[in-house]
T-cell receptor, first 113, second 112 residues
Framework: DAGITQSPRHKVTETGTPVTLRCHQTENHRYMYWYRQDPGHGLRLIHYSYGVKDTDKGEVSDGYSVSRSKTEDFLLTLESATSSQTSVYFC????????????FGPGTRLLVL | GESVGLHLPTLSVQEGDNSIINCAYS??????FIWYKQESGKGPQFIIDIRSNMDKRQGQRVTVLLNKTVKHLSLQIAATQPGDSAVYFC???????????FGTGTRLKVLA
């Protein structure tokens, strides 16, 4: 799992509430990514980071924000959760010198009621 | 638009047989390809990768073949074992983008 942990692993919340998911890595990787996985779709990139305070949008970034104030943590926030954001969220990292290869965390299963 | 897809959503094979999982991609600029394995309730696990300057790459019991002419990628698993049962994804990216297009996955079922 390339030293990646995600928290919480499961969460149930209500529509309209804010939610923050955490991705933590212990190996000082520069690149970090957030994806969502839904039935009938391949993994889709939400946001990614290429360094502390350096982030950029992916293909499905609407309704999500991210922050990276230190190398080891990449936070994904749903400002006001909607039922369409019910999904499994995966964090990924790239290794230095092999930035193209992404390794994934265990995932967070989010249910928005 | 860009897409990476799989021809077979479910593949059932007998234990000990070889498995072949196929994938098509559409972006002619893609030059890096990865196969992932995902077991139920877990994150995708890197299996093997290949760059566009290669046609074939082998790992432990796995081989990836790349046909750039027809934009086709395949994963071959030799002597398939019960532990190989999972969903397999392919993904592609173009140099320097660090952004992938993932396929929807093929479920491999190994029959005892």
């Amino acid at each position: 799992d390339a030293g990646i942990t995600q928290s919480p692993r499961h969460k149930v919340t209500e529509t309209g509430t804010p939610v923050t998911l955490r991705c933590h890595q212990t190996e000082n990787h520069r690149y970090m990514y957030w994806y969502r996985q839904d039935p009938g779709h391949g993994l889709r990139l939400i946001h990614y980071s290429y360094g502390v305070k350096d982030t950029d949008k992916g293909e499905v970034s609407d309704g999500y924000s991210v922050s990276r104030s230190k190398t080891e943590d990449f936070l994904l926030t749903l400002e006001s959760a909607t039922s369409s954001q019910t999904s499994v969220y995966f964090c990924a990292i790239s290794l230095a010198g092999s930035e193209e290869t992404q390794y994934f965390g265990p995932g967070t299963r989010l249910l928005v009621l | 638009g860009e897409s990476v897809g799989l021809h077979l959503p479910t593949l059932s094979v007998q234990e000990g047989d070889n498995s072949i999982i196929n994938c098509a991609y559409s972006n002619s600029a893609s030059d890096y390809f990865i196969w992932y394995k995902q077991e139920s309730g877990k994150g995708p696990q890197f299996i093997i990768d290949i760059r566009s300057n290669m046609d074939k790459r082998q790992g432990q019991r796995v081989t990836v073949l790349l046909n750039k002419t027809v934009k086709h990628l395949s994963l071959q698993i030799a002597a398939t074992q019960p532990g190989d049962s999972a969903v397999y994804f392919c993904a592609d990216s173009a140099s320097g983008t660090y952004k992938y297009i993932f396929g929807t996955g093929t479920r491999l079922k190994v029959l005892a």
